[in-house]
């Protein structure tokens, strides 16, 4: 038998005045369909006889080339007729005929501005729904947490130790680590800024106002969006899509007191210990970078930080942290609600619920810092 | 004349670890014939199919494809046999972030001289001859139906016109109705394009209706092979209990009620 590469098929016009004859001759397949049907859409409608009879090989594709070929023919009006093909040859033939699918031309349409304007519209809709959906997270959360202090006994005080130790006890090494290199930074980048002035030893308040205030817990938030947002997505999501939460309400278990409350309770009481943790990192790492770049000694620095940052700086920094916690908590939970039934949804969600939770973080971190410049501290 | 071997396995011996799943296992598929492949769970139908398709090696033993040597053969003979054959996994194994048609259009890639639009025509061909409305083309696997992805998969598998195809389970999961309809699918398709096709499968009535010959696997080689009339007359007890206990009954009641 012929094979690809080697193999080629051959089509030979016969032109007889009002009709002709086309001689199809070698192998017809999906290897040769290229180059035959540039030869067969070159010819000008006639009345055609299509001579199969010295055909070697063919196959659906070069049964659709065939089948195309005659019906081109047809719909211009002039007669196709196939000649010489084998019982198997035919059967294909009528096989591919009638699968070929008609496909109406509205397909192609074109998009339009109102198209475009009905998408930006949708597109608002849904951001204006998800936003509502959080907020019914909020209240449920709320509820539960009541309901929770009224019945103690419904409460899961396990899982919300298992969750503080997942959110929070794992979460230091990489916070303090984070916390401490950005205070190296801080101090490595303020040291050779303020040293053209003369002003090293503002380096501290440098250090200490921005990492307090801003840095500290705002990174923090964001790497623990990363971490912890994405874990509830996918432990709720995976749960969602094998139906166990459906079988928890059947059971009788409500599923924002048994899923979303031991999680989001954990990580509001966590990220305040991990904010502070990192306050101290990085002041740790400041410290030790001004000693090294600067020289102010570890006992000028805690002079230097006490005497010029006030305390109202670590209370604006950490009045965040339960705000942040939440954000990220419900962002975490409500996408983890929405993983539909196959993986693939589970992975645009968790991803989807990382991208949310950091995004809003700095949102809100940018509407308190509005708030704290207007109320003056 | 004497039917055209496409397949021949001999003394294939496969082991994981420890577990051996095939020991000195030999089988022929002939050319044009439609051979199922049954056996009790954990019997390695699926791991056979692999074997043969190429993924999995086995630790001695021979796999002759269309006459050529498929273990000891060059990167590029390896990739003809792989055009010459297609595969239906269990689910389909669409790829995930493509849509149906352009999952079809994915082997069609590797042909040189194909335009854009033949191979749209071409995709949307199969997908029409795999009994899906041509609308399924635009969808994504996720938004179809299982058997649904099954078509699909079965489409995919058959885009080159393959001379072998291979099919895991092809009717587990669906419907009685949307089952039959697969198994003349099946069926039909070997008949009009001159298939060879080798199937794993559970299912009675699949065996009754599609294959011409059937390979039972146990005792971890292919224990027996032939008609389904041959098989009913075997005395091995597993054998005997498959292909004569109460389901195997009812498929042959509804064999007979449609002939």
């Given amino acids: 038998m012929q094979r690809e590469g080697t193999a080629s098929a051959e089509v030979a016009v016969r032109d007889g005045g009002e009709s002709r004859s086309v001689v199809l001759s070698g192998v017809l397949t999906v290897h040769t369909l290229g180059a035959l049907d540039a030869e067969l859409a070159a010819l000008p409608a006639k009345d055609t006889r299509i001579d199969m009879s010295s055909v070697a090989r063919l196959d659906t594709a070069g049964a659709w080339a065939v089948v195309t070929l005659q019906r081109r023919m047809t719909a211009a009006g002039k007669r196709a007729e196939i000649d010489g093909a084998d019982a198997h040859q035919v059967d294909l033939l009528d096989t591919v005929g009638n699968a070929i699918p008609e496909i109406p031309d509205s397909q192609n349409k074109q998009t339009s501005f109102a198209d475009w304007l009905e998408s930006v519209g949708r597109a608002f809709a849904s951001g204006a729904t998800f936003l509502m959906e959080l907020s019914g997270f909020l209240g449920i959360f709320l509820s539960r947490l009541a309901r929770a202090v009224v019945h103690p006994g419904e409460f899961r005080l396990t899982a919300l130790v298992h969750h503080c130790q997942e959110v929070g006890l794992r979460a230091v090494p990489i916070v303090s680590l984070m916390a401490f290199l950005i205070g190296v930074v801080l101090a490595f980048q303020g040291s050779a800024q303020l040293r053209q002035f003369g002003a090293e030893v503002f380096v501290v308040d440098l250090i200490a106002i921005s990492i307090l205030r801003e840095l500290g817990i705002l990174l923090t938030a964001i790497i623990v969006a990363g971490r912890t947002a994405s874990a509830f997505t996918a432990a709720i999501g995976s749960m969602k899509m094998r139906e166990e939460i459906d079988a928890m309400q059947t059971l009788g278990i409500d599923p924002a007191m048994a899923l979303f409350v031991p999680r989001i309770l954990a990580l509001l009481l966590m990220l305040p210990i991990l904010g502070l943790i990192a306050n101290i990192a990085g002041l740790l790492g400041g410290a030790i970078m001004s000693w090294i770049e600067l020289g102010i000694s570890p006992a000028m620095f805690r002079t230097r930080l006490i005497e010029g940052t006030g305390i109202s700086h670590v209370v604006v920094g950490m009045v965040k942290a339960p705000v942040f916690a939440l954000i990220i908590g419900l962002v975490g939970c409500h996408a983890g609600m929405k993983v539909g039934g196959n993986a693939e949804s589970l992975g645009r969600m968790t991803s989807n619920a990382v991208v949310t939770a950091i995004f809003a973080v700095i949102v809100a971190d940018a509407l308190f810092s509005i708030l704290f410049a207007q109320m003056g501290v | ?259």
């Avoid at chain 2, 043969?52 to 086995?58: K, S, V, W």
């Avoid at chain 2, 009535?205 to 971890?220: F, G, P, S, Y």
């Fill in chain 2, 1 to 259: 004349m004497e039917p055209e071997v496409v397949i021949s396995l001999r003394g294939i011996r496969t082991q994981f670890g420890d577990n051996v799943v095939h020991d000195n296992l030999d089988l022929d598929v002939f050319r044009g014939e439609v051979l199922g492949v049954v056996g009790g769970s954990g019997t390695g139908k699926s791991v056979l199919l692999r074997t043969i398709i190429g993924l999995i090696r086995p630790r001695s033993g021979s796999v002759t494809m269309f006459g050529i040597d498929a273990l000891n053969t060059s990167e590029q003979e390896r990739a003809m046999i792989d055009r010459r054959t297609g595969v239906m996994f269990q689910d389909g194994a669409l790829f995930s972030s493509l849509t149906v048609r352009e999952n079809i259009e994915v082997p069609l890639h590797a042909i040189a001289g194909l335009t854009p639009e033949l191979r749209r025509a071409l995709a949307d061909l199969k997908i029409s001859m795999s009994g899906l409305e041509w609308v399924a083309g635009d969808q994504y696997p996720s938004e179809l139906s299982g058997g649904m992805r099954k078509r699909a998969g079965l489409a995919r598998a058959l885009a080159l016109d393959p001379e072998v195809v291979f099919l895991d389970e092809p009717t587990a999961g669906l419907d009685p109705i949307g089952a039959s309809a697969f198994d003349t699918l099946i069926k039909g398709l070997s008949q009009q394009m001159g298939l060879t096709v080798f199937l794993v499968t559970h299912d009675l009535d699949t065996l009754h209706a599609t294959c011409d010959r059937i390979a039972v696997l146990a005792e971890k080689r292919v224990l027996v092979a032939g008609t389904m009339e041959e098989m009913l007359k075997v005395d091995h007890p597993w054998v005997h209990a498959y292909f004569h206990g109460p389901r195997a009954r009812a498929a042959v009641m509804v064999k007979d009620r449609n002939d």
